[in-house]
């Protein structure tokens, strides 16, 4: 890394391989160098909640700083790496992974456990091939999170049937055929954002 003052802030930001909308685990730290505009190697630690990787994931770590910095990297000289440690005792590891990562779908249920936009847009809400991030979906991607990890998980189970197969009266089933709405919207716009103000509107 190459700073470019003696003195800078960082912030640091872990987000969620499964619902990447989410921050899973942030910091906000100062960091002191001997001297300015020129590469050294910096190290972070964080100890965050247990995370659950499945192969398809993909971590990503953001870096912000406040004075401005350049990441080197592909110096054989000083490689940039990124370690992970494996839990010690994976049972207590998939027990607060599930609870931290449930957190999104428990909140975003309660507010709008009635408006799931994939009943609208014939969506097929997967983790291998997201259509949209945040908003709504922080309900269902959860969900699925966990059952990659605990299939049997009681919970979780509970949100696949309230967020994927709950009935309502007046609802018009996925197999009959429908015409589509078509809404006037930016082409940047997305598909959770267009449909919720279209419900709002």
């Excluded at 890394?1 to 685990?25: G, V």
């Amino acid at each position: 890394m190459r700073p470019s003052a003696l003195t800078d802030y960082w912030w640091l930001k872990l987000r969620d391989p499964a619902n990447p909308a989410r921050i899973w685990a942030q910091t906000c730290l100062r960091v002191e160098f001997p001297e300015a505009d020129t590469p050294q190697a910096v190290s972070v630690v964080m100890d965050i909640i247990d995370l659950m990787v499945a192969s398809e994931d993909r971590v990503l770590v953001e870096l912000t700083s406040a004075e401005g910095c350049d990441l080197i990297f592909g110096d054989a000289q000083h490689p940039a790496t990124l370690a992970a440690f494996p839990a010690k005792n994976r049972e207590k590891a998939l027990q607060t992974y599930v609870k931290h990562e449930m957190l999104p779908a428990w909140m975003q249920y309660m507010k709008e456990y009635n408006y799931r936009p994939w009943r609208f847009t014939g969506e097929k809400v997967s983790l291998l091939s997201w259509d949209v991030f945040g908003g709504s979906y922080d309900m269902a991607y959860p969900v699925l999170a966990v059952l990659r990890h605990d299939p049997g998980n009681a919970r979780a189970n509970l949100y696949r049937t309230l967020v994927f197969k709950r009935q309502w009266f007046g609802m018009i089933e996925d197999n009959d055929v429908r015409r589509p709405m078509v809404l006037n919207t930016p082409e940047n716009a997305p598909a959770w954002a267009v449909w919720n103000a279209s419900c709002i509107g």
